[in-house]
Each structure stands twice: as C-alpha cells, then as structure tokens.
C-alpha cells in the first residue's frame, strides 16, 4: 500500500469527501494560515526573563527532534474542518433553496460561515434534511471572538451539562433529539471565559 492509498483509506473511513493529493493541498494551506513557522521558544523573551521561566521549570529549548510538532494537529483539524464543510451552493442543494438564499441567510446570523475562497459552512449546522432544530436560538448565543474550529468542536463534544438517557450528549445530538435550544445557548455563550 502506498502512502496516497493510505490517506485516501484514512480519509473515506472518516468520510471526508476529497482525495489525497487535494486533502494534502488543504493541509499546506491551513500550515501557512494558522501556524506559521516560528523561532526558538526563547527569542520570545528577555534574557531576564528567560531566567526567570527556565528557574521555575519551563522548558524553553526548541523542539527535539521525534517530537510532534504542536502545530500538526491544529493543522490537520484545520484542514478535516475545511474539507467537512459545505459550499454555498451545496447547502443550498442540501436546502432545497437558491445559492442566494443561503447568502442572505449568513448575512442575517441564520447560519454560520467563514470566507474562504468563498463561503464555507460547518457541517454541524445542518441534518440530513435541513438545519438542526433550535439553531437560531444557539448562533445568536456564540461568542464573536470564538473561531468556527472551537465552536464545531464545541457542538460536537459531549456536554456533562447535556444528558439523554443518563449519558452526556453533544450539543448536536441534544438538539437532534429535539432538547431545549436554549440549555445549548448557555453553554455556548460561555466558550473562551475561565470555568
């Protein structure tokens, strides 16, 4: 089996819809968007300074090598992220509506989107046929500092606060089974404030 076959196995089993030379491309993309290469840890700071981090056990040395770099995963959700969500016009099929429909809708908060090469939107948002019940009340709730990869995992990771059948649920699944919108709308408004 080759490398390509490989990612392309990974990838079909995770129900991304694209092959691996154009996953790779998504990847080299989100690497220069959101994790630009970086110095020494230590250029940071003053020598004062790193006196001070190194004496209370801060490791400032640059990564060794066999070490994961810290920017993978953020890349490679980055570009899982990008690749799950819809297009304008395949929400808009997805919806049954004009292109321009799901336009104006972005426009008014009624969905949520990022502009990339043209609009992409999370795939949570919708269900096999529509919006997730309750979706307005949750994105009027989302912080605006918030990026979309927080909110996706955020709505897609079981909530302790969110039980069905005695099981913490993902805000998804809560809204799927049709729980109060608005239990969803205080959680979420809390992302990024300390616990």
Do not use: C
Request: proline share 6%; hydrophobic share 45%.
């Amino acid at each position: 089996m080759t490398a390509a076959t490989g990612l392309e196995s990974v990838l079909a089993e995770a129900g991304l819809r694209v092959d691996a030379r154009e996953f790779l491309r998504l990847v080299a993309d989100a690497a220069r968007r959101i994790a630009p290469m970086h110095g020494s840890p230590s250029d940071y700071f003053t020598e004062e300074q790193r006196k001070v981090l190194t004496d209370v056990g801060l490791d400032l040395r640059d990564a060794q090598e066999g070490e994961l770099d810290p920017r993978a995963r953020s890349v490679a959700a980055a570009a899982a992220f990008a690749e799950t969500s819809y297009s304008v016009s395949e929400a808009a099929q997805l919806l049954g509506v004009d292109a321009s429909r799901i336009r104006h809708r972005l426009k008014d908060g009624k969905l949520l989107g990022w502009k990339d090469h043209g609009w992409r939107l999370p795939a949570w948002q919708f269900t096999e046929h529509g919006t997730l019940p309750g979706l307005d009340v949750v994105l009027r709730s989302i912080p605006d500092d918030q990026p979309q990869l927080v909110v996706a995992a955020f709505m897609n990771t079981p909530q302790a606060d969110l039980e069905l059948n005695g099981k913490p649920v993902s805000p998804r699944a809560w809204l799927l089974a049709h729980g109060d919108p608005q239990r969803v709308a205080d959680l979420i408004a809390t992302l990024g404030t300390a616990a």
